[in-house]
């Protein structure tokens, strides 16, 4: 009886230490700020302010490749609903713009210059 008890009661200690973990984290704000300059067709820049100690920056390739992984979810929605249209068609016509997306997994705001 003890023991179905304890391991009933180490489970719910579990589950719930998991929902709060998770929750809170959702809470944390994002930490600074990338951006991916790809205005210059020759030349990408890569530029940052206020992140993490714990976060290297890379070179524009590895950037865009971090920004395709954390901010997939983000740019599935611009996909469905049409900015990345808009995104294109300026590039197409020579038109400059930028687009920052807030939402990505590693908690980075990512500012994509085109």
Known sequence: MNISRSVKKW?????????????CNSWLPNKGTIILDMRDKVQ?????QDLP???KLGDSEQ?????ET???EEI????????EEIVFENVKHGIHGQ???KKCSDRI???YQY
């Open 53 to 55: 100690k714990y976060y």
């Open 76 to 83: 599935r929605v611009s996909q469905l609903d049409g900015s």
């Open 109 to 111: 705001n990512r500012i």
């Open 70 to 72: 954390f901010c997939r």
């Open 11 to 23: 489970s719910l200690l579990f589950v719930v230490s998991t929902v709060l973990i998770t929750a």
């Open 99 to 101: 687009v920052e997306f």
């Open 63 to 67: 950037e865009l490749q971090k920004f």
């Open 44 to 48: 990408h820049h890569v530029t940052s």
